[in-house]
């Protein structure tokens, strides 16, 4: 079974909610992302999603631009980044999923990269620049290799919600909102009719992110879904801190998990 089964079924046994986070692999180094990693699942984190450093995330915000520009400056490449998928393997079984761009799977082979997911322990990988109408170029190869292709729906897929529902496997990532990631102080989103047709046709859990930043935020869309993704306001601790910020990271980890879980302090 899928690691991302096994977790949101022991979840559910629980009646917990998933936290899932995002940092950018590489930023500021490898040995800090291992450190992050195993710190972040320490205070509470049930997923956690790999930032693939791209020279254009075009899906990004300034700050997760920018962490992808850290890395790549310091030399991170996608060799680098299955050896620390590796290395984590060692330590921990939580969920890794890569967050990536088409281009990067393309320059090294959808054969063999989906063969280095399977060998070094990635269980699912989320390309926001692949539409669903062409997710058929990776599909198959994914699923050979016990890796899910996690789908993306947001406000505006509307009538296409069913079908990319009825298509999925692991968790369907639901876009809060229309534009980049970032940190968002507000959402517009009418989230009860967004999440009444996700309702309808997900079989699978759905999980809201993009713009999700605070143990408040993370109150306040719990109540929709099966699990909520907080990326840009960890990476930015990282921005700030650098090589210093897995303690920092690790205490804002666990007052999301807090706020998934209810515990008022």
Known sequence: MNRIDSMFAELKKQNKK?????????????DTTEQLVLEMERQGANLI???????????????????????????TTLEGIFELVKKLRT?????????????????????????????????AVIVPDLPFEEHDEIDECAYAHG???????????????????????????????????????????DFDSFFDTIKQ???????????????????????YCDGVIVGSAIVKMIGQEQKSSVATVGTFVKSLRNALDDISK
């Open 147 to 189: 890796v899910y292709p996690i789908n993306l729906v947001a406000p505006t897929s509307k009538d296409r919600i069913a079908a990319i529902a009825a298509n999925s496997k692991g968790f369907l990532y639901c876009v809060s909102s229309t534009g980049v990631t970032g940190v968002r102080n507000t959402f517009q989103t």
């Open 201 to 223: 046709h997900a079989s699978i859990p759905y999980c809201v992110g993009f713009g999700i930043s605070s143990p408040e935020q993370v109150k306040q869309m719990k109540t």
């Open 18 to 30: 998933a936290l899932i986070t995002f940092i950018t692999a590489g930023d500021p180094d490898f």
């Open 49 to 75: 999603e790999l930032g693939v450093p791209f020279s254009d995330p075009i899906a990004e915000g300034p700050i997760i631009q920018e962490a992808s520009l850290r890395s790549l400056q310091g030399g």
């Open 91 to 123: 330590k921990t079984e939580i969920p890794l999923v890569f967050m990536m761009y088409i281009n990067t799977i393309y320059r090294l082979g959808v054969e063999r990269f989906f063969s280095l997911c399977q060998e070094t322990g990635i269980d």
